[in-house]
Nanobody
């Protein structure tokens, strides 16, 4: 099982980035996928989640309207489009996948909902 996140970097406030996460080693369409982030000195927090076929998305209130999560089951890829970036968005961003169950639908913001994690990609928002 492997999740490989990419696309991070340095961006100015107000800018955009698209993070990608390639997955392998499991049946991707059977899993919900999520993005989390961890800023220096802080706990890892939920950012966004998308269900198996993309019918439902959830976002942390701080990124609602600025970030968009998506997936391509044919390519085993998940994405996080980030726009209007702010300095407080600076963090290591992690992609994750969890088996689609009733609990995963409800407890989408919990870390233990997700079975597999990527290594993280650093996003720095600074002028």
């Amino acid at each position: 099982v492997q999740l490989q996140a990419s696309g991070g970097g340095l961006v100015q406030p107000g800018g955009s980035l698209r993070l990608s996460c390639s997955v392998s080693g499991f049946t991707f369409k059977n899993y919900v996928v999520g993005w989390f982030r961890q800023a220096p000195g802080k706990e890892r927090e939920f950012v966004a989640r998308i269900t198996r076929y993309g019918s439902t998305t959830k976002y942390h209130q701080s990124v609602q309207g600025r970030f968009t999560v998506s997936r391509d089951n044919a390519k085993n890829m998940e994405y996080l489009q980030m726009s209007s970036l702010k300095p407080e968005d600076t963090a290591i961003y992690y992609c994750a996948a969890g088996l689609a169950t009733a609990d995963s639908f409800v407890y989408y913001s919990r870390l233990d909902t997700y079975d597999y994690w990527g290594q993280g990609t650093l996003v720095t928002v600074s002028s």
